[in-house]
């Protein structure tokens, strides 16, 4: 074993991201972890890298206990990681970036032509045929990860975490990075491989461990043991909440928004739907299926370059997010809370009035703040947001309010159309469940809702119909009938590439 | 051909060189003032301050920062230069030596404070500038300092040919930058650091060093202008580096310096000095009212900083 994780557990505030969590990692092998989005996968490999400390647990690298406080330690002792992000710096050659902290020197100044001769041994390892003098900048995204992979064995790596390394590659450029992983593995390294596509891990991989909600539910099975549905159902589990109840009728017959082959400029291609007055269409896909995109493209943040979008049956263009708003009545709950949702330096009353500062400025635009509680009083009761005054900053307040701040500004706002995006990432059960009933409230007074999440459960309970979105096209639609297992297996497979998981059921 | 014509349009100051050109052409046709070896040696004269103005801000651009106590700074070290010849009767040498050492010093404190405060640099720098200014007036009572060692100004006013004396310092600076930037670890290291620091220290390279480093080579610049200042003008006057501000960000970016860090050029920079030494020179020529020079300063900037985005925009690097 060179890398164990016993029972680790850790916390953020509101939420508890591991609990108990376990792997094994041995010389040559390859071994997948999976798990959905917010599964604590992320937790997991920043903690193994050193950028978090379990609260409880123990990490072993060759039978010693090891205790890491900055990703500098992890390297030290062997443990590097390709991460999502691009870790390289743009301007820099592909040498200097391998050999970034370890430069070589000749009479006290850097020694490049000797730099890209080390470079050029390490590249040459993984089989990669660059110059080494190259910018990095110039290179492909493919390139870059394997850049990146050449700088992780420069540190003589003996676990190496790849975190969804095939995400951003076509599929001959991820043939060569499966071709590269085989042969470190081959060399003895411990690999770690971090990806939702089933197909690929099943595969590569020598052994998988599985998070759900922060528990292992597979810890370590060797994939010759396993069958896709068997992987999906660790991943998925059942559904263990009780689905709200629609009480209003979801087919009102009234199309209220359209999208017709719509292309936008950052890469949908022939999207279409319907959504109905007072329905809530779920929009399901993987980080990065590009469903933000798309919400950001329907309310005028990016350009839409083909096909056309109806609003109550008549074409419509819109230029700006101001203009959604105003003229179209179009409403957009950000999945970055802190960032696009809530002002969080502000009190609660501006940030549910700021929607209507239009309508209650007085004369010469004067805005009061006794108008703005006004306004924003019979919101703040209605979601029963928790404070003492509408006068509180909303950085006091619990994710959950914040969250319910956010929504309170577009009931304020009166929209007709409402984005939804992750709208209970990160907040507790029980405001989470208020906030479901509040969705389905606002879908019963004819609201329509596109509602953009990751959280399986939480799309089946909510959605009248699910679209599933990969690679910026939807591939699926379908009635859901809130029937968990059916739709989770249609989701999945749909997702998985392939339909013949549904098809077996 | 076009190969040529596209490597130029990479390079960030082929525009600039061009402007210089045809802006020296010009006015060497509209005004035949311009040709004398006097007026050459005036502008060169003019650039050699700037330059190291210019390069003091430069290197905070490069780590991705900004200093704002650029001029503060240095007119502190021009008082005290000046004060320790005049008042203390302390050699040249001797003098010059501490003020640079006060310089570093006065950067070193900015760095410490941004680091360890984890205050913006951009509040740290500016609350220091005003504490520098405020110790400048509070110690001068804004009375310049006159009595300055002979030789110390006829260094400040020499020249061989149309080449001052002054233009030495400047150009020795300019070479160890060129080479603390092209290669040495720590000059490479502060580069990384402004290009993506979160890269950097995953990396193991210690962002809060490089950044106290740009700070303290930040100050030393500074200061070396504010002493340049003084030697040039024959006396340490207490408003030297007054406005030094917008040159010191001016030259940088105009010779194609990111704001976001990471990314500078030292040719481009010398260029931007030179251009601005030009349009300075020509206003002086064509007898425009001084305050004007400010506004083309502004409109150049803005310019600049357009052109550079466009081509960003044109060549996908963005």
Not at chain 1, 182 to 192: D, F, K, M, N
Request: a neutral charge.
């Amino acid at each position: 074993m060179v890398l164990v994780l016993d029972r680790v557990s850790k916390s953020f505030p509101g939420v508890r991201a591991l609990k108990d969590a376990s792997i094994t990692l041995q010389a040559g092998e390859v071994h997948a972890l999976m798990g959905e989005n917010g599964a604590g996968k992320s937790t997991l490999i920043k903690i193994i890298t050193g950028v978090h400390r379990q609260d409880s647990g123990t990490m072993t690298m060759d039978g010693e206990e090891v205790q890491l406080s900055s990703p500098r330690e992890a390297i030290k002792r062997g443990i590097s990681a390709v991460h999502q992000e691009r870790n390289l710096i743009p301007r820099f050659s592909v040498a200097e970036n391998i050999l970034l902290e370890q430069l070589p020197l000749k009479h006290g100044l850097v020694d490049f032509a000797e730099a890209n001769r080390i470079a050029r041994g390490h590249l040459a390892r993984i089989g990669l045929d660059i110059d080494p003098s190259e910018e990095v900048r110039h290179l492909s995204v493919a390139q870059m990860q394997m850049i990146e992979i050449a700088k992780a064995l420069s540190h003589e790596a003996k676990v190496l975490l790849l975190d969804e390394p095939t995400a951003s590659l076509t599929s001959d450029e991820a043939e060569t990075l499966f071709r590269l992983v085989r042969q470190l593995r081959e060399q003895g390294a411990a690999i770690l491989f971090v990806s939702h596509k089933i197909e690929e891990v099943m595969s590569l991989c020598d052994r998988v461990t599985v998070l759900r909600d922060g528990e292992t539910t597979l810890s370590g099975v060797p994939m010759a043991e396993m069958t896709r549905e068997r992987l999906i159902e660790a991943m998925i589990g059942r559904a263990e909440r009780e689905a709200p109840k629609r009480t209003g009728a979801a087919d009102s017959g009234q199309v209220k928004l359209e999208l017709r082959q719509v292309a936008t400029a950052t890469g949908h291609r022939d999207i279409s739907f319907r959504l109905m007055r007072g329905e809530i269409l779920g929009l399901y896909g993987l980080v990065g299926a590009g469903r933000t995109e798309l919400a950001r493209a329907i309310l005028g943040k990016d350009r839409i370059t083909g096909g056309e979008m109806l609003i109550d049956g008549k074409a419509v263009r819109i230029r700006s997010v101001e203009e959604a708003i105003r003229k179209y009545r179009i409403g957009y709950v950000s999945e970055d809370r802190k960032y696009e949702g809530v002002i969080l330096a502000h009190p609660i009353r501006t940030n549910i009035a700021v929607t209507v500062w239009n309508r209650i400025a007085g004369a010469l635009g004067w805005i009061t703040a006794g108008k703005e509680v006004e306004a924003g009083t019979p919101l703040a009761k209605r979601l029963e947001i928790r404070t003492p005054s509408l006068n509180q900053l909303v950085g006091n307040l619990s994710g959950g309010n914040q969250q319910k701040v956010s929504l309170a500004k577009w009931l304020a706002a009166n929209v007709d159309i409402l984005l939804i995006d992750e709208p209970t990432v990160g907040i507790d059960i029980k405001a989470k469940g208020y906030i479901h009933e509040l969705v389905n409230e606002l879908a019963d007074g004819g609201m329509s809702i596109l509602l953009i999440s990751s959280d399986m459960p939480e799309m089946v309970a909510l959605a009248d119909r699910i679209l599933v979105m990969r690679d910026f096209a939807i591939v699926d639609e379908f009635a859901n009938d809130r029937r968990y297992d059916v739709a989770s297996r249609r989701i999945m497979s749909a997702i998985h590439a392939g339909r013949e998981v549904s098809e077996a059921v | 051909m076009k190969s040529l014509f596209d490597h130029a349009i990479r390079l960030q100051w082929s525009g600039i060189l061009v402007a210089v050109i045809l802006g020296g052409v010009a006015l060497a046709f509209v005004n035949p003032q311009f040709m004398t070896e006097f007026n050459w040696f005036v502008m060169l004269r003019s650039i050699c301050v700037s330059l190291l103005v210019a390069f003091s801000q430069m290197v905070m651009l490069a780590v991705g920062q900004m200093n704002l106590s650029v001029g503060a700074l240095g007119g502190l070290v021009a008082i005290i230069v000046g004060g320790l010849m005049d008042a203390w009767g302390v050699p040249t040498l001797p003098a010059i030596v501490i003020a640079l050492a006060a310089g570093g010093l006065a950067g070193l404190l900015n760095g410490w404070l941004t680091v360890r405060t984890g205050i913006n640099g951009f509040i740290v720098t500016l609350a220091t500038a005003s504490a520098f200014l405020g110790i400048n007036t509070g110690v001068t009572r804004a009375i310049p300092f006159y009595n300055l060692p002979a030789e110390f100004v006829a260094f400040g006013n020499g020249r061989i040919g149309l080449f001052p004396y002054l233009l030495i310092v400047p150009l020795i600076v300019t070479i160890l930058l060129a080479i603390f930037f092209a290669r040495t670890r720590q000059g490479r290291y502060l580069l990384a650091v402004g290009g993506n620091s979160h890269a950097a220290q995953l990396s193991g390279i210690s962002v809060n060093r490089a950044i106290v480093t740009a700070h303290v080579i930040s100050g030393l610049a500074a200061a070396a202008a504010g002493i340049l200042a003084v030697a040039q003008l024959g006396s340490a006057q207490p408003t030297i580096g007054s406005d030094w501000l917008l040159i010191s960000f001016a030259a940088p970016i105009i010779g194609g310096a990111s704001l976001a860090g990471g990314s500078i050029s030292i040719i481009g920079t010398v260029i931007a000095v030179l251009l601005i030494g030009l349009i300075q020179n020509a206003m002086v020529l064509l007898a425009v009212d001084p305050y004007w020079v400010t506004f083309l300063l502004g409109a150049l900037i803005l310019a600049a900083v357009w052109i550079n985005r466009y081509r960003a925009v044109r060549l996908g690097e963005d």
